[in-house]
């Protein structure tokens, strides 16, 4: 006997919801939860890895999220893979996962991004013009547009195999249950990258997992079995000797010992393949023997001026500990108290194992591995100096979003904060390298406003274009002569520079504007996915403004993701714990407004009146409302803001999803709403956070509007009267 696997044409709508018709087999509910877990996971998995290794990536960030996205719809349409596609699948692994991880030898780890109005890593040199000018920034621009849409495209065939595979099981079960399933599958991928995440694991082990996961799927193939192994065995010996933390690739370089010393005089801390600090011995019998070695004598310099403004100060709080230099500085001059705080766990494990002078192990020192946003908000003491290292995150704050780790430490409203935390004398001293740049004018202008009195400015130069930024009680202090006073030539562009804030905290970014790489390479990849969408869905039916509804259902969701990782990230800090936590509780809002669609019928105006008015409060509601609630009451209050429209924009997709004819196309057009949405939350650099409130009820209206037209179609189609009220 023959046993013939169900399709989603093999069932009717009837058919799917009557009881016992695929009860007898459990097979397609466990196949769809795997492939919901491995597409989320390795959705996950690659926006991370890629980011660190391919740096363009680490800073547009959300171009992987959107192909990623892009592929899973197109793949969930159709309700299946195709052969092709399935057989190719493992070799476009392979493609992806190799080129990440031979990123370095294959020069592709510092693309350029052909444009100046976004500061990164991997800019444009400073040049003089001429013929070679011309000639880089061809070469530039033309890497740029082969290898920022040359992944995009991998990106999108390897997640439209597993949407189709995902799609091929959804049409198997009836489309609650699939839903559930699906969201079930990828909370679980969600929770375990986390995991792997916390637990400090390398990438071998991401794709490991991930790979086993797919098995199921491909057993039968014993080629794609050897590719899976050899691109496991190749990620194994791809990065020696690295540590990898929740948010970086972080690798250590020791520098020669001078003769007669034991022990390396510096070892350089890099980050996702860029430079971030040194861990430096400066204790007096080094320098006593060996006072003009570099870079600790620079470093001496840099490390010594907070206390030539500040002698002897009592509380210190260091920003950025990192591995612990600025800590240590503090306890050479006396300090009777340290709080260190550094958002990353493993640089303060690092610092604790191989700092020369052991500042964390010091019983003056207390450490907080915080968010420092976070820590300024539970603070309860005053500090004599407050010290902000010269933190660069190099990284984004979530996949899903624009804004870097540590945007929001050098806004506005973080300065006010800081300067709260201040004594009556004290001082804030703030590195950064920022250079004499639009950065460090919007520096210079953003502590000005925030202590009503503009700073002292000093240029320390260095490989990092340091700069240093003095406030408070001490910042007229003429003490320094070491490093050029350069407070004039920012004071004078103080009134035209656009200040950082909570709702427009893009430092890195010039203007009010969509960086144009970012724009060429979005419009690169519209061009062409629009017509792979036309090839796949029919235009012109009454089909189509139901696939709108579930559309503009996909691009609000996806900004209200955007906007609940961002706002809530800003309200209890910036950190991987965070993030983690928000997205589960997204999926988890999902898993729960699904459930009471399965229980009861839920009226889609209602569904949308909760909404909108959620997300009006949202919008008009500030989460620092809830700054004096402690605890519990805080979570809960942001919490219950923050999810509500989630619940409601549940309610109204499972309600719709529920009698839904082809579930996997519903979902797959979902998901193609997602890319738009990613599209949109670019507008952010332009309107700041509050556009994403606003762009939300906008889509989710258009929504509500596509779900009344598709009511006035023939049978098939939905009502907005509540169950009963036909």
Not at 287 to 309: G, M, Q
Not at 430 to 442: A, H, M
């Amino acid at each position: 006997m023959i046993e013939k696997e169900l399709t989603p044409t093999d069932f009717t709508i009837e058919q799917r919801t009557r009881p016992g018709i695929l009860s007898r087999s459990i097979r397609a509910p466990i196949m769809l939860f795997l492939a919901s877990f491995v597409a989320l996971y390795f959705e996950l998995v690659i926006i991370r890895y890629l980011s660190s290794e391919i740096r363009v990536f680490a800073y547009l960030k959300n171009l992987a999220l959107i192909a990623s996205f892009f592929g899973i719809g197109m793949g969930m349409i159709p309700g299946k893979t195709t052969a092709t596609l399935k057989r190719y699948f493992p070799f476009i692994a392979a493609a992806i996962f190799l080129t990440i991880a031979f990123a370095s030898p294959l020069g592709l780890t510092h693309v350029v991004i052909p444009s100046g109005d976004y500061l990164t890593f991997g800019d444009m040199p400073n040049l003089q013009n001429g013929p070679w000018l011309i000639v880089f920034v061809f070469l530039a621009s033309l890497e740029f547009l082969i290898v920022i849409p040359g992944m995009m495209y991998l990106l999108v065939a390897f997640f439209e195999a597993l949407g189709g595979i995902i799609g091929e099981y959804l049409g198997q079960i009836e489309p609650l249950g699939g839903y559930a399933i699906n969201l079930c599958g990828s909370l679980t991928g969600a929770l375990a990258f986390t995991f792997l995440s916390f637990l400090g694991l390398p990438p071998a082990v991401w794709v490991l997992v991930g790979l086993f996961a797919c098995l199921p799927f491909f057993f039968r193939d014993r080629r794609a079995v050897i590719i899976f192994l050899v691109i496991v065995v190749a990620l194994a010996f791809a990065h020696p000797h690295t540590y990898w933390s929740p948010y970086y690739r972080i690798a250590l370089k020791e520098l020669l010992p001078p003769p007669g010393w034991h022990r390396a005089p510096a070892m350089i801390v890099t980050v996702n393949h860029d430079y971030h600090q040194e861990i430096v011995d400066l204790s007096p019998e080094f320098l006593r023997r060996f006072p003009d070695v570099e870079p600790n004598r620079a470093a001496k310099l840099s490390y010594d001026l907070p206390y030539r403004i500040t002698p002897h100060p009592g509380r210190v709080l260091v920003v950025g500990a990192g591995t612990g230099n600025d800590v240590a500085a503090a306890l050479r001059h006396g300090a009777s108290q340290v709080d260190a705080v550094e958002i990353d766990p493993v640089i303060v494990r690092l610092g604790r194992e191989y700092h020369p002078e052991h500042p964390y192990e010091s019983p003056r020192v207390t450490v907080f591995v915080d968010d420092a946003r976070a820590f300024f908000r539970k603070a309860t003491q005053k500090y004599d100096l407050i010290v902000f290292g010269y933190l660069d995150s190099h990284t984004l704050l979530t996949s899903m979003s624009s804004v870097r780790l540590d945007n929001y430490v050098y806004t506005l409203e973080s300065f006010r904060e800081a300067r709260q935390l201040l004594t009556q004398h004290g001082t804030l001293v703030l590195g950064f390298s920022s250079g004499k740049s639009f950065l460090g004018d919007r520096m210079f202008a953003t502590l000005s406003e925030a202590f009503g009195s503009p700073p002292q400015a000093y240029f320390t130069g260095g490989a990092q274009n340091g700069v240093v930024y003095v406030e408070g009680a001490q910042s007229q202090s003429d003490l320094i002569t070491d490093f050029p006073d350069i407070s004039a030539e920012f004071q004078a562009h103080r009134n035209v520079t656009l200040l950082a804030t909570d709702h427009w905290p893009f430092l890195y970014l010039k203007s009010r504007t969509i960086p144009i790489s970012m724009i060429t390479v979005l419009v690169l990849f519209l061009y062409i996915a629009v017509g792979a969408v036309r090839r796949k869905v029919s235009l012109g039916s009454n089909r189509n403004f139901l696939d709108m509804h579930f559309f503009f259902l996909g691009a609000g969701f996806m900004l209200l993701e955007t906007k609940g990782v961002t706002e809530l990230s800003l309200f209890f800090g910036s950190t991987w714990v965070v993030n983690a936590v928000v997205i589960t509780a997204f999926l988890f809002m999902g898993l729960l407004a699904n459930g009471l669609a399965e229980l009861r019928s839920i009226s889609p105006r209602l569904a949308y009146c909760g909404l909108f008015v959620s997300l009006i409060v949202d919008i008009i509601v500030p989460y620092s409302t809830f700054g004096a609630l402690r605890g519990v009451e805080k979570v809960v209050a942001a919490g219950i803001l923050v999810g509500l429209p989630v619940f409601f924009s549940g309610l109204v997709f499972s309600r719709s999803f529920r009698d839904e004819t082809t579930p996997a196309r519903g979902l797959g057009i979902n998901m193609l709403g997602a890319v738009v949405g990613g599209v949109l939350e670019n507008l952010v650099m332009v309107g700041g956070t509050p556009i994403l409130g606003i762009l939300a009820i906008v889509l989710y209206g258009a929504s509500a509007a596509f779900l009344g037209i598709a009511s006035t179609a023939p049978k098939g189609h939905f009502s907005l009267a509540p169950e009963g009220g036909k």
